[in-house]
């Protein structure tokens, strides 16, 4: 199928500081299927390598989309409001929009796995069979 990225996965793998730099990178770099961004995580993933790493590193990434390195999933109207629905279940949880984006995209596709650190979130996700994503690195 594909492997799902979220934000914190691949922000870890482009910043070398990062504590999970090493695992991230190996992850996606490893990774015998094609890398899916769901459009949401840009936006967030930009932010923070603005924020803590630099302009070349978004740079680096976005050459990388360029050349087919990563497939940019589109959000459609039926995602976008079965993320919605996430968000209003688990509304004590705060899930922000990019994660049940990820979550709905994965969700959408019957790919079972995500790459995510955010294992406060995905954890508590439940699909519509009842079961839990596999939450790699």
Known sequence: MALVLDTGVLYAALDLEDPDHDACAELIAGSTEPL???????????????????????????????RGSYVVYQVTPELLLDAAKIQ??????????????????CESLGEPKVATLDHRHFSILRTSSGGSLELLP
């Open 36 to 66: 899916l961004v769901p459009a949401p995580v840009l936006v967030e993933l930009e932010y923070w390598v603005r924020k803590r790493a630099t302009a070349d590193a978004w740079l680096a990434f976005c050459e990388d989309v360029h």
């Open 88 to 105: 209003a279940r688990f509304e004590d949880q705060d899930i922000g929009l990019v994660d049940a984006v990820v979550f709905q995209t």
